[in-house]
């Protein structure tokens, strides 16, 4: 069991930066891949980043390759997402996603390969 607990968002102006993090306890945390999705109101729950176990490959979605940053630290089991020059459009609830999986974008990218989950973050962007 892992279990995720998620802080950071909140309310900011188009352009401006917010550092989500993502505490885990439970079990041995570098044994998996952790993730970061997100959810709009009426939309589906969509990828955003991932990295791999020991952190040292990662992953981002199109849509926030040049804007957002993962990273994890395996002594403090912590995962964070420096997310910079945010849009209107990455407004969503924000959620940490833990599982363990093969590292391939087939699984990562899908959210039904994680077993645990946070209870999300909410980030509004104001244009």
């Known amino acids: 069991q892992v279990q995720l607990g998620e802080s950071g968002g909140g ?7 917010l550092r989500l993090s993502c505490a885990a306890s439970g079990r041995t945390f570098s044994d998996v891949i ?13 990828f ?8 040292g490959v990662s ?9 957002f940053t993962i990273d994890r630290d395996n002594v403090k089991n912590m995962v964070y997402l420096q997310m910079n020059n945010l849009k209107p459009e990455d407004a969503a609830v924000y959620y940490c996603a833990a599982g363990v ?7 990562y990218q899908d959210p039904r390969q994680f077993d645990y989950w946070g209870q999300g973050t909410q980030v509004t962007v104001s244009s």
């Open 59 to 67: 992953r981002s979605a199109d849509s926030v390759k040049e804007r």
């Open 101 to 107: 999986l093969p590292w391939h974008d087939v699984y």
């Open 34 to 46: 952790v993730a970061w999705f997100r959810q709009a109101p009426g939309k589906k729950r969509e």
């Open 11 to 17: 309310l900011v102006q188009a352009g401006d930066s």
């Open 48 to 55: 955003v980043a991932a990295v791999s176990e020991s952190g």
